[in-house]
């Protein structure tokens, strides 16, 4: 699987859009971009996933770039629930299915 | 939505004891399980896919006479920690991938081992 490349930690004011970049320069044509998150001592939590179309859900919002290579996660009003150290993970829909998780990045958001 | 339970969510135990941390998906079933581990501070890394009726793959640099993975049925699986050590204490965190093709993961909640 690509290997992706994220902010080690960002911050942003609570209310406001916390958009959170990925660089998968190296993804391949038939893998998917993945967001996840995971709250301190929690198992990760599903966000959104596209392919090549940008996506919306009640969660986030994912863009992807035209040439796939950079992607961001699109928090609309970030609130204090939020914080948390979200994963961008790019897989491809074969017969493993496994997710590899990379660093992260660790989104605080301030009151 | 869908839901995967762990349990125990805590587990201490003394050095050299074996505990089983059990997986379920409560609502769906799941051919396949995985099995992370993550220490402190730092990301999850993936020890094993579990298939259902088969043996796990194990990823590479994981024992898999110490870390035994049974997945009997499309609901459960569980993970045994034989002779466990301090170093082995750690946040270990199960997925399930839906029979459904869905692509999609659900994590459980994690376990906690300490052990002393």
């Known amino acids: 699987d690509a290997k992706t490349t994220q902010p080690p930690s960002m911050d942003c004011a609570e209310g406001r859009a916390a958009n959170l970049p990925c660089n998968h320069s190296?993804?391949?044509?038939?893998?998917?971009v993945y967001w996840y998150r995971q709250i301190h001592s929690q198992g990760p939590q599903y966000i959104i996933h596209g392919l090549k179309n940008n996506e919306t859900n009640e969660m986030a919002s994912l863009i992807i770039t035209e040439d796939r290579k950079s992607s961001t996660l699109i928090l609309p009003h970030a609130t204090l629930r939020d914080t948390a150290v979200y994963y961008c993970i790019v897989r491809a829909m074969d017969s493993s299915y496994k997710l590899i998780f990379g660093s992260g990045t660790r989104l605080l958001v301030r009151p | 939505g869908a839901v995967v339970s762990q349990h125990p969510s805590r587990v201490i135990c003394k050095s050299g004891t074996s505990v089983k941390i059990e997986c379920r998906s409560l609502d769906f079933q799941a051919t396949t399980m995985f099995w992370y581990r993550q220490f402190p501070k730092q990301s999850l890394m993936l020890m094993a896919t579990?298939?259902?009726?088969?043996?796990?793959?194990?990823e590479q640099g994981v024992e898999k006479d110490k870390f035994l993975i049974n997945h009997a049925s499309l609901t459960l699986s569980t993970l045994t920690v034989t002779s466990a050590h301090p170093e082995d204490s750690s946040f270990y965190i199960c997925s399930a991938r839906p029979t459904e093709n869905t692509g999609e993961l659900f994590f459980g909640e994690g376990s906690r081992l300490t052990v002393l």
């Open positions: 579990s298939n259902e009726g088969s043996k796990a793959t194990y």
């Open positions: 190296t993804i391949s044509g038939n893998e998917y």
